[in-house]
């Protein structure tokens, strides 16, 4: 486990609802796509993630996934990533799986 945070601190993590709109190859990335993701009243972001090795584009464009709005926009291989898709990985990184929402609800909506 990694160091504990206060309740404060989770607080400051803002959970959405995206929809991936987009899935594109970056140039020269191996494990990076570049994702165009809807969040509702926040708009469309432009995410980076490393699911390339686990995911097909097509197995990805329509789905609802969770998103860190809120993280810190880095450029990743020349592209401006604006959040954070949040997947589950195995301990040996053979297995990655994004998380979903249980049932369908609407883009935007924060996760507590």
Do not use: H
Not at 6 to 20: A, E, H, N, P
Not at 79 to 105: F, T, Y
């Amino acid at each position: 486990m990694t160091e504990e945070i206060s309740f404060k601190q989770w607080q400051k993590l803002d959970l959405r609802v995206g929809k991936i709109l987009k899935v594109e190859d970056i140039e020269g990335a191996d494990k990076l796509y570049k994702f165009k993701v809807d969040l509702g009243e926040l708009g469309e972001r432009t995410i980076a993630a490393g699911v390339k090795e686990y995911y097909k584009k097509e197995e990805l464009e329509g789905k609802k996934c969770v998103v860190l709005a809120n993280l810190e926009a880095k450029k990743l291989r020349g592209i401006e990533s604006q959040g954070m898709i949040l997947a589950a990985v195995s301990e040996d990184e053979k297995e990655c799986i994004l998380l979903i929402p249980e049932k369908d609800i609407k883009v935007g909506t924060k996760i507590f």
